[in-house]
């Protein structure tokens, strides 16, 4: 077994990122899942889970977008100019806001089911 992870690993650089990527973020938002499940139940802690982790990307990609590399750029290297360095970061925002607000409404209307006041 050692040397089949030994070899999956070593045979392409790109795999090994992808897979490597994966399991970081099953790890991580698994154990986060895992430990709200477990004190709240399934429906709620997937409710509490996906407002966090998307919460919290909203956040970071903020302070990227707003704080992005700056200073005095080399002039004999080509790269990114400072619009473009934030065109990523400016996506995950928008997109990570909209996942957060859409996990709020859902914990909202959740929460009015469980109160019994849902229309």
């Known amino acids: 077994m050692r040397e089949f992870f030994r070899e999956l690993l070593s045979a392409d650089l790109f ?7 994966l399991a ?14 477990t ?8 409710l509490l889970t996906g407002a966090g982790i998307f919460g919290w990307m909203t956040i970071s ?4 977008v707003i704080y992005a590399p700056r200073g005095p750029r080399p002039a004999d290297i080509e790269g990114l100019n400072a619009f473009e360095i934030r065109i990523i970061p400016a996506t995950y925002l928008v997109v ?7 996990f709020l409404v859902a914990l909202k209307q959740y929460e009015d089911v469980q109160e019994g006041t849902a229309s």
């Open 39 to 46: 004190n709240t139940g399934r429906k709620l802690g997937a």
């Open 96 to 102: 990570s806001g909209a996942l957060f607000v859409g």
């Open 24 to 37: 970081a973020f099953a790890i991580f938002f698994g154990s986060i899942y895992l430990i709200l499940t």
């Open 61 to 64: 990609s903020m302070l990227f």
């Open 15 to 21: 795999v090994t990122g992808i897979l490597l990527t």
